[in-house]
């Protein structure tokens, strides 16, 4: 997980309330991904970022938001967090440059009571 | 929707064995990808094959595509207690994002 850091690793929230994850990453990698992972799904495409201000929707992208100001800071945002918004949260980069892997973060694990 | 399915979910074994695990998928893919995560851990990229190979080694892995079945396999020769963890299979189409499968949970009992 060198070169991505995740923030919160926990975080614990009520319903209702705005969250905002951040990913910071240090390989200068031009594409950051959200996911988010729970049981029977695997992971899922929330939204992700080609750019420094250019952002698109993944597969499941409703009731969140992203913001990219720098290079190497992507935030994920939950605007009113609900109960089905409580998984694990991961953050990926690419550098695009030609097919190769990801390199995931630690995850952050959320959850909304 | 997934792209890929992981066959089988779950997968016990003893060390020194081989283990196997399928993916399916369901569109034309531009490269397939396997990536291992160990218990609240993040994913770690293991290999990649390109839809124009068949087959690529990596130490221990050994990767099979077939793009007329829509499908893959990911072999781990010798598996050790080390390789338990759960892998997943994930493709990428041209123009498109990574899309994961649900996962194979491998266990190797020493």
């Known amino acids: 997980d060198a070169g991505i850091t995740q923030s919160p690793r926990h975080k614990v929230t009520e319903t209702g309330t705005p969250v905002t994850l951040r990913c910071h990453q240090t390989e200068n990698h031009r594409y950051m991904y959200w996911y988010r992972q729970d049981p029977g799904h695997g992971l899922r495409l929330i939204h992700y970022?080609?750019?420094?201000?250019?952002?698109d929707k993944g597969e499941v992208s409703d009731g969140y938001s992203v913001s990219r100001s720098k290079t190497e800071d992507f935030l994920l945002t939950l605007e009113s967090a609900t109960s089905s918004q409580t998984s694990v949260y991961f953050c990926?980069?690419?550098?695009?440059?030609?097919?190769?892997?990801?390199?995931f973060g630690s995850g952050t694990r959320l959850t909304v009571v | 929707s997934q792209q890929g399915e992981e066959d089988p979910q779950a997968l016990s074994i003893q060390e020194g064995e081989n283990a196997t695990m399928n993916c399916s998928y369901k569109t034309s893919i531009n490269n397939l990808q396997w990536y291992r995560q160990n218990s609240g851990r993040g994913l770690v990229h293991l290999i990649l094959i390109r839809s124009n190979e068949r087959e690529k080694h990596s130490g221990r892995l050994r990767v099979t595509l077939d793009t007329s079945k829509k499908s893959s396999s990911l072999l781990i020769t010798a598996s050790r207690a080390a390789d338990t963890a759960s892998y997943f299979c994930a493709t990428d189409r041209v123009g498109d994002k990574l899309i994961f499968g649900t996962g194979t949970r491998l266990q190797v009992f020493p």
């Open positions: 970022s080609y750019g420094v201000k250019d952002t």
């Open positions: 990926a980069t690419n550098d695009g440059t030609e097919p190769r892997g990801y390199t």
